[in-house]
């Protein structure tokens, strides 16, 4: 059974930084795409970060570029979302996904095979 486990979210003032973690769980992450995904109140799920860790690629939205990074262990079979420089506009419930297919737009939601139940991350101004 694939399981996706976020931890690591919270309340953060502008400015700070929060490290995501998704424990994975029943497959081979190193075999898949990871993402992360964000969903605020009363908008669409967007689109984040993604990592294909055999292919040692990454791709980022504009919005978090340069202040976001992701990254995975795996010995730990976690993959990380480093946010640094925190602002308001990041608060969101943020989403782990994996996706069996490694090519295309790692942007689209739908493509994700698995999904994690999320972390609420606040950032208060």
């Known amino acids: 059974q694939v399981q996706l486990a976020e931890s690591g979210g919270g309340l953060v003032q502008a400015g700070g930084s929060l490290r995501l973690s998704c424990a994975v769980s029943g497959l081979a992450f190193t075999d898949y795409r990871m993402a992360w995904f964000r969903q605020a109140p009363g908008k669409e799920r967007q689109f984040v970060a993604a990592?294909?860790?055999?292919?040692?690629?990454?791709s980022y939205a504009d919005s978090v570029k340069g202040r976001f990074t992701i990254s995975a262990d795996t010995a730990k079979s976690t993959v990380y979302l480093q946010m640094n420089r925190l602002k308001p506009e990041d608060t969101a419930v943020y989403y782990c996904?994996?996706?069996?297919?490694?090519?295309?737009?790692?942007?689209?939601?739908?493509?994700?095979?698995?999904w994690g139940q999320g972390t609420q991350v606040t950032v208060s101004s």
């Open positions: 996904a994996a996706e069996r297919a490694t090519f295309g737009d790692p942007g689209i939601m739908t493509t994700y095979d698995y």
């Open positions: 990592i294909t860790y055999r292919l040692g690629a990454t």
